[in-house]
């Protein structure tokens, strides 16, 4: 159980830091882009030991912005927002439920 709760946390806390990402993604795509590359900086141990953290916020909102226009690339970032969010709520009610089952 304890195994379970870990990894519903961390992948809670995850996707919580997406979700701020996201929001970053939202309001700019350069400053999302001048965020992610100030991280990582270029180095590509730095890109893989930060893909668990900004990966999959990176990967979606640069194939939206080279896909859509700007406008639509934005409201798909919201509803990827919301998605992430509840994806994220959703793991901390299992992190919650594991933990007082111990």
């Known amino acids: 159980m304890q195994i379970l709760a870990v990894s519903f946390g961390s992948l809670g806390a995850f996707i919580l830091l997406n979700f701020i990402f996201a929001l ?10 001048g965020l992610y590359r100030w991280i990582t900086f270029s180095l590509d141990f730095l890109v893989v030991s930060f893909a668990p953290l900004f990966g999959l916020t990176q990967w979606a909102a640069n194939s939206l912005y080279e ?3 700007w406008f639509v690339a ?3 970032m919201v509803f990827y927002a919301i998605f992430i969010l509840i994806l ?5 009610s299992m992190f919650g439920y594991f933990t007082d089952r111990m």
């Open 67 to 69: 896909r859509y226009n």
């Open 74 to 76: 934005r409201v798909f």
């Open 88 to 92: 994220s709520l959703l793991c901390f």
């Open 24 to 33: 970053l993604y939202i309001l700019s795509r350069s400053a999302g882009n």
